[in-house]
């Protein structure tokens, strides 16, 4: 089974200052992962995803994460928020070891980020 | 527009009623799926096709509801005899091959939402 825990339902953070969106998963293998990040009354749109390599992968909008394999997170940041960051961020894993050829992501239950003028 | 797209955006049924909707995926997408998301919640996996053949369901689809991609390209999802239950978003995401090899990057739409009375 996988899961995916967003510790923190919102967190707000001052226009100008780094913002950090945490994730933890838990995979039988190895993990995929994924953000993606949701405004009103749209769809979820792709930031960037982990699938191997480089633990730190860069994405769109300058945000960023952080795989750490022993701690099971991949935290998303950003060294400088916007105003226009506010919108909700949802983390997402699939293990690439569960077989069955099974493609389905699991996702968090969401972190809306508040960035204040 | 590029992007994946759901009709309709909306839809409001009454309890017992059969209703449908579509999806159209990015233009040479191979891979389909559809999620539902209810508020406060992250996106939930419902089932997934590769080309027409579709390869995973989850155990939220019940014998209600049936997913098709008849020739590849759209698909549909119907839910029969709806239940105040049901309300929820129901998102359709699409993914394509990338060097010729399947990615889980999934491209989602706007979404469906549907309210049962």
């Known amino acids: 089974a996988q899961s995916v825990a967003q510790p923190e339902d919102q967190v707000n953070v001052a226009e100008g200052n780094p913002l950090t969106v945490k994730c933890t998963y838990s995979?039988?293998?190895?993990?995929?992962l994924f953000w993606y990040v949701q405004y009103p009354n749209r769809g979820l749109q792709f930031l960037l995803k982990y699938i191997t390599g480089d633990n730190l992968v860069k994405g769109s909008y300058g945000f960023e994460a952080e795989f750490n394999k022993s701690q099971t997170s991949f935290h998303l940041k950003k060294p400088s928020a916007l105003v226009s960051d506010s919108a909700l961020y949802f983390c997402?894993?699939?293990?690439?070891?569960?077989?069955?050829?099974?493609?389905?992501?699991?996702f968090g239950k969401g972190t809306k980020l508040s960035v204040i003028p | 527009d590029t992007g994946v797209s759901q009709n309709p955006r909306h839809k409001i049924t009454k309890r017992g009623q059969n209703v449908t909707f579509r999806c159209d995926p990015i233009s040479e997408h191979n891979r389909l799926y559809w999620y539902r998301q209810t508020l406060g919640q992250g996106p939930e996996f419902l089932t997934y096709?590769?080309?027409?053949?579709?390869?995973?369901k989850s155990r939220l689809l019940s014998d209600r509801f049936s997913a098709e991609r008849p020739k590849g390209s759209f698909s549909t999802l119907e839910i029969q005899r709806t239940e105040q239950g049901d309300s929820a978003m129901y998102l359709c995401?699409?993914?394509?091959?990338?060097?010729?090899?399947?990615?889980?990057?999934?491209?989602f739409g706007p979404g469906t939402r549907l309210t049962v009375l």
């Open positions: 995979v039988s293998g190895n993990p995929y």
């Open positions: 995401a699409s993914s394509p091959k990338e060097q010729g090899e399947y990615t889980d990057t999934q491209y």
């Open positions: 096709f590769q080309n027409e053949a579709q390869l995973e």
């Open positions: 997402a894993v699939r293990d690439r070891d569960s077989g069955a050829g099974s493609y389905q992501l699991t």
